[in-house]
């Protein structure tokens, strides 16, 4: 052999060497969700820390930074307020910060960071992927955030940004099945990745026996996650008054934030004569691992969901979060959530506005609940092993 063939053999190796040992920086952000986030730290972000020669940093909204022994850095954003112009600063930090961290990869979870993380795709390379845990379109027409007249403006636009920049994704991570026939722009470029639910390490395995039986005097009950008329946080304190003036065991703990103040104020009031509805959070935001304790504390979790186009065809987290704990379940009926309830002998389905007290006590009092234990099914590792096949083929 030549010495120059030698020379680039040896050139050859030594850069498939270094290809090898280069890390992937991975960059996840938000907007609104804090940077501790269970969906960006919990389950993507800690999944992909685990993958060797990977680098994990996660932006997003202020909060309390965790203590980890993952390889990832925190980058809290600026504090700001949800409708205020600080909202458009954050596009001017997040370029600073790409600019700074040079990813090969960026996984944004908002629409607000598209285009500028496209602009950078354009000017420095790497893959994006968009992880969709809403349907904008459907929820800002559907829902009442904004007036009758901006909400389409603003559920238009937001749509235009997503087709535009959709030849620019990579991959699409979906929170939701139903995003997969709900919007028209992901061009078989996606993965379905539930809100499945992933213990962390300092929790405890729950010791419950089953099949689950409910004790006769003491019921606690728990509405847990986001505080919000739509989700049914009043159906749940209806709920509690009157299972409590039938028997007087039976509590309620609603542990979450709540966005809007109005909204919370309301609830105060309504709770204020009320000793055995406990308010956890409210004004705060609440760490995830404390919400996990009261499920695991709890005997019923409450997911009184009322009826709307944007969340019928969604599985809410904490539904995954009850089961998995095995942790019984009062459902608003939903045909989309009935069937998962029912495999599992999970809970019981009802109307939160028609129900008859007494007749639902005597229902949880004779119930056997998880007949067969917890399903496996509930967990993050079902969607894990799918994010991993993902990136293997993609770096």
Same mark, same amino acid.
């Given at each position: @052999?030549?010495?120059?063939?030698? @020379?680039?053999?040896?050139?050859?190796?030594?850069?498939?060497? #270094?290809?090898?040992?280069?890390?992937?920086?991975?960059?996840?952000?938000?907007?609104?969700? *804090?940077?501790?986030?269970?969906?960006?730290? $919990?389950?993507?972000?800690? %999944?992909?820390?685990?993958?060797?020669?990977?680098?994990?940093?996660?932006?997003?909204? *202020?909060?309390?930074?965790?203590?980890?022994?993952?390889?990832?850095?925190?980058?809290?954003? /600026? &504090? #700001?307020? !949800?409708?205020?112009?600080?909202?458009?600063?954050?596009?001017?930090?997040?370029?600073?910060?790409?600019?700074?961290?040079?990813?090969?990869?960026?996984?944004?979870?908002?629409?607000?960071?598209?285009?500028?993380?496209?602009?950078?795709?354009?000017? +420095?390379?790497?893959?994006?992927? &968009?992880?969709?845990?809403?349907?904008?379109?459907?929820?800002?027409?559907?829902?009442?955030?904004?007036?009758?007249?901006?909400?389409?403006?603003?559920?238009?636009?937001? !749509? @235009?940004?997503?087709?535009?920049?959709?030849?620019?994704?990579?991959? +699409?991570?979906?929170?939701?099945?139903?995003?997969?026939?709900?919007?028209?722009?992901?061009?078989?470029?996606?993965?379905?990745?539930?809100?499945?639910?992933?213990?962390?390490?300092?929790?405890?395995?729950?010791?419950?026996?089953?099949?689950?039986?409910?004790?006769?005097?003491?019921?606690?009950?728990?509405?847990?996650?986001?505080?919000?008329?739509?989700?049914?946080?009043?159906?749940?304190? $209806?709920?509690?008054?009157?299972? /409590?003036?039938?028997?007087?065991?039976?509590?309620? %703990?609603?542990?979450?934030?709540?966005?809007?103040?109005? %909204?919370?104020?309301?609830?105060?009031?309504?709770?204020?004569?009320?000793?055995?509805?406990?308010?956890?959070?409210?004004?705060?935001?609440?760490? /995830?691992?404390?919400?996990?304790?009261?499920?695991?504390?709890?005997?019923?979790?409450?997911?009184?969901?009322?009826?709307?186009?944007?969340?019928?065809?969604?599985?809410?987290?904490?539904?995954?979060?009850?089961?998995?704990?095995?942790?019984?379940?009062?459902?608003?009926?939903?045909?989309?959530?009935?069937?998962?309830?029912?495999?599992?002998?999970?809970?019981?389905?009802?109307?939160?506005?028609? #129900?008859?007290?007494?007749?639902?006590? $005597?229902?949880?009092?004779?119930?056997?609940?998880?007949?067969?234990?917890?399903?496996?099914? @509930?967990?993050?590792? %079902?969607?894990?092993?799918?994010?991993?096949?993902?990136?293997?083929?993609?770096?």
């Amino acid at each position: @052999m030549s010495c120059s063939s030698y @020379m680039r053999v040896y050139s050859w190796r030594k850069s498939s060497r #270094f290809s090898l040992m280069k890390k992937t920086r991975i960059l996840l952000s938000s907007v609104l969700k *804090p940077v501790n986030d269970t969906r960006m730290f $919990e389950k993507i972000g800690a %999944t992909l820390a685990r993958l060797p020669h990977t680098e994990v940093h996660i932006a997003g909204f *202020p909060g309390e930074i965790p203590s980890t022994s993952e390889r990832i850095t925190f980058h809290p954003f /600026h &504090y #700001f307020k !949800r409708i205020s112009w600080g909202r458009i600063k954050v596009q001017y930090q997040y370029w600073q910060l790409l600019r700074q961290l040079r990813p090969q990869l960026l996984i944004i979870s908002t629409h607000e960071l598209l285009f500028i993380s496209i602009f950078y795709k354009l000017l +420095y390379s790497g893959k994006i992927w &968009y992880d969709v845990r809403e349907n904008y379109f459907l929820n800002l027409t559907t829902q009442n955030t904004y007036s009758l007249f901006s909400k389409y403006i603003v559920a238009y636009i937001v !749509r @235009m940004v997503e087709y535009l920049t959709s030849p620019f994704i990579n991959y +699409y991570l979906l929170a939701e099945r139903s995003y997969a026939t709900e919007l028209p722009f992901l061009k078989n470029k996606y993965i379905v990745l539930e809100n499945k639910f992933k213990p962390s390490k300092s929790s405890v395995p729950t010791n419950k026996k089953f099949p689950v039986r409910l004790n006769s005097k003491k019921v606690k009950m728990l509405y847990s996650g986001t505080i919000s008329e739509m989700y049914g946080i009043f159906e749940a304190v $209806e709920l509690a008054r009157q299972l /409590h003036q039938q028997h007087p065991g039976f509590s309620l %703990t609603i542990i979450g934030y709540c966005a809007f103040p109005a %909204t919370l104020q309301k609830l105060q009031f309504f709770i204020q004569d009320k000793p055995y509805i406990t308010l956890i959070g409210g004004d705060q935001l609440v760490p /995830h691992q404390q919400v996990i304790q009261h499920i695991q504390q709890s005997d019923v979790g409450l997911l009184p969901y009322q009826p709307h186009p944007s969340t019928f065809n969604c599985t809410p987290t904490k539904l995954f979060e009850y089961l998995a704990n095995g942790l019984p379940v009062l459902v608003q009926q939903n045909p989309y959530w009935a069937n998962r309830v029912h495999q599992y002998q999970a809970g019981i389905n009802l109307n939160f506005r028609t #129900f008859n007290a007494q007749d639902l006590i $005597e229902q949880l009092q004779k119930k056997a609940f998880f007949p067969r234990g917890i399903p496996t099914e @509930m967990f993050w590792e %079902t969607e894990e092993s799918k994010l991993i096949q993902l990136f293997t083929i993609s770096f």
